[in-house]
């Protein structure tokens, strides 16, 4: 079985094989339906299109896009084709970071037969390969889920156990720092959370860093060492790109904040801000 990441040529090689789906999952914070729009004029031959709002997330819950009862996810898997004999291939625009959360999400629910397409759509035209814009529909299938009860962590627990855990924090230093916040209520990060970027997990080019790279990144984070890790962002999205890199190099285990700094920061919950964790207020 392929690892958690999967390199373009070896997607035009299996493309074509009955087990293998593939599923763009293009999605802006500025304009959500951008990537629907954008999916209808090209994509990969042979992809489905999951919303990350409609289809990847719960109506309500906590933040902004609420990880989706099991049962559901499986509807919605089941409907568009997917069965539990499939390799899942996810890709977005390039960099990952919408594409980890299916991959996640799939981990969740007890399926492993999935990866992410390393530099996704960009990559996939740099090199060249075939783009179209023909829908494509599969008969429904029938998906079991197995979901895991350990690899999630709520605000609460997160709040005492704050300072015995590694926390990283996935989004951009500036919104780490509370400089700016675009969507949130609330500037700022998680008292005891270290500033760690997904983009920094990515080359010039949107694919991953070397795995020499990224276990060197997350070793000086500290991953390596640490009895548990947790990773948060804006809304649980991009925080699956740091569990997808981890994995990549052999360092397993780490937790999902899934409301993560949108359920936080509306809980009313202690805000720390600038460059240093800060600590956890009583």
């Not at 916040?181 to 270290?194: F, N, S, W, Y």
């Amino acid at each position: 079985m392929p690892g958690p990441l999967v390199s373009v040529s070896w997607l035009l090689h299996h493309l074509l094989e009955p087990e293998v789906r593939v599923v763009d999952v293009r999605w802006y914070l500025a304009d959500p339906d951008r990537g629907k729009a954008e999916y209808a004029v090209s994509h990969i031959p042979g992809a489905l299109y999951l919303h990350l709002d409609e289809d990847l997330s719960a109506p309500t819950g906590d933040g902004r896009h609420p990880l989706p009862d099991s049962e559901r996810l499986a509807e919605i898997l089941g409907g568009a084709g997917i069965g539990n004999q499939h390799h899942v291939v996810a890709y977005d625009e390039g960099g990952g970071g919408v594409a980890a959360r299916l991959w996640w999400m799939l981990g969740h629910v007890g399926h492993r037969a999935v990866s992410v397409l390393d530099g996704g759509l960009w990559a996939w035209r740099a090199a060249e390969f075939p783009i179209t814009s023909a829908i494509t529909t599969h008969r429904p299938e029938v998906f079991l889920v197995d979901e895991r009860d350990d690899d999630t962590i709520g605000r609460e627990e997160l709040r005492v156990r704050a300072g015995s855990i590694l926390l990283l924090d996935a989004r951009d230093p500036e919104r780490y720092e509370g400089l700016i916040e675009p969507v949130d209520p609330v500037a700022g990060h998680i008292p005891t959370a270290v500033s760690a970027p997904y983009s920094d997990n990515l080359s010039e080019s949107r694919t991953f860093l070397s795995p020499e790279a990224i276990r060197a990144r997350f070793v000086e984070l500290g991953a390596a060492e640490a009895d548990e890790v947790v990773v948060y962002c804006g809304s649980g999205v991009t925080a699956c790109h740091h569990i997808l890199a981890m994995e990549a190099v052999g360092l397993q285990g780490a937790r999902l904040y899934p409301g993560s700094w949108s359920d936080w920061s509306k809980a009313g919950y202690p805000v720390a801000t600038g460059p240093e964790p800060g600590e956890m207020s009583v």
